[in-house]
């Protein structure tokens, strides 16, 4: 089975590999089209800002590649926000795979951004088989995607927002799965065993 991780600028390159390796997973780490289109998994790593990653995508005609794929896609983090719609980090109109807003929190007392361990609960989709309610993952983010038909994990900060979401063969989550510990090491091999 190839699974292969998205090489863009904004990518959490290294700690995704790790991750996976520590659950047996050879990845190919590449821009190559064919190489991301002939995978069995595609994960769609991001750290940073929404604008430069997209811009990132385009230049390279990532942008195509990842919203025509056929086969299980997981967008981790920024990642995540880039397969909805639009993002108000700095007006970006994302890919669309998920018609859904990614929003600015707003809070007077909370900490923006959100940084540490946070619980998910309401969980659904094979992605969590096997990940208890409320169990813990790390966050590190400022923008958030709002409750929605989609959403497979809620989180509570500032409101309750989704934290996970599914449509198709697209997945998201919010948490740096590769950061999460066993909780996150579960969900990545939920998803590599995905059919």
């Given at each position: 089975?190839?699974?292969v991780?998205?090489?863009?600028?904004?990518?959490?390159?290294?700690?995704?590999?790790?991750?996976?390796?520590?659950?047996?997973v050879?990845?190919?780490v590449?821009?190559?089209?064919?190489?991301i289109?002939?995978?069995d998994?595609?994960?769609?790593?991001?750290?940073g800002?929404?604008?430069?990653?997209?811009?990132?995508?385009?230049?390279?005609?990532?942008?195509?590649?990842?919203?025509?794929?056929?086969?299980?896609?997981?967008?981790?983090c920024?990642?995540?926000?880039?397969?909805?719609?639009?993002?108000?980090?700095?007006?970006?109109?994302c890919?669309?795979?998920?018609?859904?807003?990614?929003?600015?929190?707003?809070?007077?007392s909370?900490k923006?951004?959100?940084?540490?361990?946070n619980t998910?609960?309401?969980?659904?989709?094979?992605?969590?088989?096997?990940?208890?309610?409320?169990?813990?993952?790390?966050?590190?983010?400022?923008?958030?995607v709002?409750?929605?038909?989609?959403?497979?994990a809620?989180t509570d900060?500032v409101?309750?927002?989704?934290?996970?979401?599914?449509?198709?063969?697209?997945?998201?989550?919010?948490?740096?799965a590769?950061?999460s510990a066993?909780?996150?090491?579960?969900?990545?091999?939920?998803?590599?065993?995905?059919?």
């Amino acid at each position: 089975m190839k699974t292969v991780i998205i090489k863009y600028n904004a990518g959490n390159i290294q700690s995704v590999l790790y991750a996976l390796e520590r659950i047996g997973v050879n990845a190919l780490v590449t821009a190559d089209h064919e190489e991301i289109i002939t995978a069995d998994k595609v994960i769609f790593p991001g750290v940073g800002e929404a604008n430069s990653a997209m811009s990132s995508l385009k230049e390279n005609n990532l942008d195509q590649i990842i919203k025509s794929l056929k086969q299980p896609v997981l967008g981790i983090c920024v990642g995540m926000q880039l397969l909805c719609k639009y993002s108000e980090e700095n007006d970006t109109e994302c890919l669309g795979v998920f018609d859904e807003p990614v929003k600015k929190f707003v809070s007077d007392s909370f900490k923006i951004p959100q940084i540490g361990w946070n619980t998910l609960y309401d969980l659904k989709s094979p992605l969590m088989k096997g990940v208890a309610e409320n169990s813990y993952c790390y966050f590190v983010h400022s923008y958030y995607v709002p409750m929605n038909e989609h959403a497979i994990a809620t989180t509570d900060y500032v409101q309750p927002y989704a934290s996970a979401i599914h449509k198709n063969n697209f997945y998201g989550v919010q948490f740096h799965a590769e950061k999460s510990a066993q909780v996150g090491e579960k969900i990545l091999k939920n998803f590599i065993e995905l059919i």
